[in-house]
C-alpha cells in the first residue's frame, strides 16, 4: 500500500465497531428503481438510523462477491451515506481500509483516466468511465459526525466517485461516453 501525501491515519483505523451496533445484511436494489436517480438527502451522521445504516452497508458490502463499495440509495435509502473497502481488489493503490462516509463531496481532483466500471445495481452491464485518478474528498464519519478529509489515488478514487455518484443520483450508464462504452458483464465458470 502507498501513502500519499494528505493519506488520513483516522480513517484509515476507522472500524464499525465504532458504530456499536451489528449490521444487517440488506436486499441491493437495482435499475430501474426510483431511488437510484434521486439526489440523496443529506443526513446526521450521529442519528441511530444513520449509524444502523452505516453498520448495513458494511456487512452487505462484506457478503457480496467482488463488491468494494455499497452507497445507501442501493439498498433503497435515498441518503447521502456510503460505505467503501477496496484493499483486497487487484487494481488498488493506495487505500484507506473499510469506511463510511456521509455526506461526502469531492473537494479537489485531477488527472482524468478512463477504466471499465460494474456495480451491483445495474447487474449485467459494464462501462468505460471517465473519472478523476486523484482526489480529495471530504466528508462525515457516522457515529461520531467527525469530518474528515481523504486524499487518495487511482481505483480507490474511481470507487469514492462511483458510490458519491449515487448519492448523488447517477449510475456509472450516466457516464459513460455512449452506448459505444457499455459492455455485457463477463461472468467465469
Same mark, same amino acid.
Given at each position: ?58 456487512? +452487505?458490502?462484506?457478503?457480496? $462477491? ?25 487494481? +488498488? ?48 464519519? $457516522? ?47
Amino acid at each position: 500500500m502507498s501513502t500519499p501525501e494528505g493519506f488520513n491515519e483516522r480513517v484509515a483505523a476507522w472500524s464499525e465497531d465504532e458504530l456499536g451496533v451489528t449490521g444487517r445484511v440488506l436486499d441491493v436494489v437495482t435499475a430501474p428503481a426510483t431511488v437510484l436517480s434521486s439526489d440523496g438527502a443529506v443526513v446526521d451522521p450521529t442519528a441511530p438510523e444513520i449509524v444502523q445504516l452505516a453498520a448495513d452497508l458494511v456487512a +452487505t458490502m462484506r457478503v457480496s $462477491p467482488g463488491c468494494v463499495g455499497l452507497a445507501a440509495p442501493q439498498v433503497g435509502e435515498g441518503v447521502k451515506v456510503f460505505c467503501v473497502d477496496v484493499s483486497q481488489h487487484p487494481k +488498488t493503490r493506495t487505500h484507506h481500509g473499510t469506511y463510511v462516509l456521509c455526506n461526502a463531496e469531492v473537494v479537489e481532483s485531477s488527472r482524468n483516466e478512463k477504466a471499465r466500471e460494474g456495480c451491483m445495481s445495474v447487474p449485467d452491464l459494464t462501462g468505460d468511465v471517465k473519472r478523476a485518478s486523484r482526489i480529495l474528498v471530504r466528508g462525515q464519519l $457516522p457515529g461520531t459526525g467527525e469530518w474528515v478529509e481523504i486524499r487518495t489515488d487511482a481505483f480507490e478514487a474511481r470507487c469514492l466517485q462511483h458510490e458519491m455518484d449515487h448519492c448523488n443520483g447517477y449510475l456509472f450508464l450516466d457516464r459513460v461516453a455512449g452506448a459505444h462504452a457499455i459492455y455485457q458483464r463477463q461472468t467465469y465458470l
